[in-house]
């Protein structure tokens, strides 16, 4: 069982930025693969960035090149930094991991973040 706690949501203004945290806990973070997601109201949940183990990272096409993901397996923690927001960034992000090699997945309780225009 892992439990997963988000935080560093918040009002930011168009073209400014910020970090979340994902905090995890109850097993072996390095066995993990770590997932943002972010979900508006009256939207589908979205699929943001996901880190391997490793340093391996991929991002969604709307974000490639202005978000960062990347964590600290010391900390058992994933980081989303996250440059030049818009505000069609405005969601509720989730944090999400995947115990590799299975379908076990554990989600987050969520964060809001709200981009000002």
């Known amino acids: 069982q892992v439990q997963l706690v988000e935080s560093g949501g918040g009002l930011v203004q168009a073209g400014g930025s910020l970090r979340l945290s994902c905090v995890a806990s109850?097993?072996?973070?390095?066995?993990?693969?770590m997932r943002w997601f972010r979900q508006a109201p009256g939207k589908e949940r979205e699929f943001v960035a996901r880190i391997w183990s490793g340093d391996s990272v991929y991002y969604a096409d709307s974000v490639n090149g202005r978000f960062t993901i990347s964590r600290d397996n010391a900390k058992n923690t994933v980081y989303l930094q996250m440059n030049s927001l818009k505000p069609e960034d405005t969601a509720v992000y989730l944090c999400n991991a995947v115990r590799i090699g299975t379908s076990t997945v554990y989600w987050g309780q969520g964060t809001q973040v709200t981009v000002s225009s």
């Open positions: 109850g097993s072996t973070f390095s066995n993990y693969a």
